[in-house]
């Protein structure tokens, strides 16, 4: 074998070697099917975790409105039986003073659910 053999046969052992170095290197790089779930699974973790969030401040914002609505009910209760109160003492000084009331103008089904009791 001459010099020119030899120089041949190392270069191609050397082209054969940076093909396999080549090639594990390529498949080393590449991510596993266990990488892709672990990745996937992060993904949708903090989806789930946005999501939780925005559904915590929604049921935030709902719980404010319906205390403010609790609330305004509360008062208007209190608005309803004073006048309640009201009315029926002038009727009572109407009467005592010998005169009748007007009569009353027809009460709505939705009213009368919450004032049954009217002697008016």
């Known amino acids: 074998m001459n010099a020119e053999t030899w120089t041949a046969l190392s270069g191609g052992a050397v ?3 940076s093909a396999g170095v080549t090639a594990w290197g390529a498949r080393s790089a590449r991510r596993t099917k266990r990488q892709e779930n672990r990745d996937d699974f992060i ?7 946005a ?4 559904l915590e401040a929604r ?7 319906a205390e403010k609505q609790r609330e305004r009910i509360t008062d208007q ?4 039986s004073w ?5 029926r003492s002038l009727v009572s ?4 003073a010998g005169m009748e009331p007007p009569p ?4 709505s089904d939705r009213a009368r659910r919450y004032i049954h009791h009217i002697d008016a």
Request: net charge negative; hydrophobic share 40%.
């Open 104 to 107: 009353a103008e027809p009460m």
């Open 43 to 49: 993904a949708i973790t903090n989806q789930q975790g």
């Open 51 to 54: 999501a939780i969030e925005r």
């Open 93 to 96: 000084h109407i009467r005592k």
């Open 77 to 80: 209760d209190e608005a309803i």
């Open 83 to 87: 006048l309640l109160h009201r009315v």
């Open 59 to 65: 049921v935030q914002r709902q719980e404010s409105e």
């Open 15 to 17: 082209g054969i070697v």
